[in-house]
């Protein structure tokens, strides 16, 4: 069993002014190192989850909640403790650029937390270099495409050795081509530094790749589980008012025609293997 690196218990928010709660009584666990989807229609509670999660939103007091990122109890007291452990990419590229420059842009977090020049260049230098974007170090925001501006991003979250990183929505604005490769960027990145990754998404055909799927459904988790649990069928996923991924659609579809298809089959690439091979078969 693997160590969980996030353990949220009983987690409920509302927001001033409002009769509902954004988030109801919400707990779940993400093991370390693993990638862990949450999916969920507009307005479901997601944003609201993220920001609850690094204390830019508080919980409702309830003696039973209970936010634990990497051993650490989030508390007021504890919050810029989390907050070095805990990066949030966001959805729109353009509102989280606080530097002139890309290169000022990565040091503005290192500035904050009063680390010495010589060191900042050197880790600036490092994770322009992780996201391929260092051959921008001068330029001015304004100049970069979307998925640049969002390569950015993730570049001055490095720069401050987080755990855990949050993406949310961080690609919903790019591109099909972009989007992925932000995705193939992160996969990289999470295994040459051992991250966490918490994706946030309302897009379905995201989560196909994720370890651990969380259902959210008006501010309330409707599941848990691997996309095979998830996608099993369409009901749950209905349920939350979405649909399912195309590659489900076609995998359930064909078990139901009874075409016997392995649970090892779980990507779109091995599907149409597994399906050539059995064609050359018969
Ligand atoms: N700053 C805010 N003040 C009041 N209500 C908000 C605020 N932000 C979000 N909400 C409400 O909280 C609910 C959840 O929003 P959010 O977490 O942004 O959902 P999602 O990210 O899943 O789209 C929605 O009903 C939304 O209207
Ligand atoms: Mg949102």
Sequence with gaps: MKENIVTVEHLSFTYKDSEEPAVKDVSFSIPKGTWTTLVGHNGSGKSTIARLLNGILLPDDN???????????????????????????FQN????FVGATVEDDVAFGLENRQVPRTKMKSIVQDVLNQVEMIAFQESEPQYLSGGQKQRVAIAGILAIGPKLIILDESTSMLDPAGKS???????????????TIFSITHDINEAVHADQILVLNKGSLLASGSP??????????????????????????LINEGVSIPQEVNTEEKLVNYLCQLNSKM
């Design 63 to 89: 003696p039973n909640t209970l936010i634990n990122i990497d051993g650490i109890t989030l508390t007021e007291k504890t919050m810029w403790d989390i907050r070095d452990r805990v990066g949030i990419v």
């Design 228 to 253: 095979g649990d998830i996608f099993k069928d369409d009901s749950l996923i209905r349920s939350a008012g979405l649909d399912l991924p195309l590659f489900y659609k076609i995998k359930n579809k």
């Design 181 to 195: 490769k932000i995705l193939r960027l992160i996969k990289k990145l999470q295994k040459e530094n051992e991250l």
């Design 93 to 96: 590229p353009d509102n989280q």
